[in-house]
Nanobody, 123 residues
Framework: QVQLVESGGGLVQAGGSLRLSCSAS????????MGWFRQAPGKEREFVTA????????LYADSVKGRFTISRDNAKNTVYLQMNSLKPDDTAVYYC????????????????WGQGTQVTVSS
């Protein structure tokens, strides 16, 4: 098992920036690909971005390309989500997720989840 704890959410005006962090514990961090998902009120949870165990490969949803950046620090057991040029449509609970690196990076099959952190973007 790996435990994931997100932090860094909050309220920001449109056009602003936030950086989310997700701290992992319980297993060797580099065993896992990491991802971020989000769920807005009344909507299904959706994929945002993912990063390979080494940090060499990343994936982004079209809606966040060019605005969001995922990164990781394996020495600190932490994955980050830098969010710039935020829009009201980015308002959601953001979840950190992990899957073993033996699984293809992809947008699915994440088996471990954090509790989520709220991001609210005001217009």
């Amino acid at each position: 098992q790996v435990q994931l704890v997100e932090s860094g959410g909050g309220l920001v005006q449109a056009g602003g920036s936030l950086r989310l962090s997700c701290s992992a514990s319980g297993r060797t961090f580099s065993w896992f690909h990491m991802g971020w998902f989000r769920q807005a009120p009344g909507k299904e949870r959706e994929f945002v971005t993912a990063i390979s165990w080494s940090g060499d490969s990343t994936l982004y949803a079209d809606s966040v390309k060019g605005r969001f950046t995922i990164s990781r620090d394996n020495a600190k057991n932490t994955v980050y989500l830098q969010m710039n040029s935020l829009k009201p449509d980015d308002t959601a609970v953001y979840y950190c997720a992990a899957k073993y690196r033996s699984v293809a990076l992809g947008t699915g099959d994440f088996g471990f989840w954090g509790q989520g952190t709220q991001v609210t973007v005001s217009s």
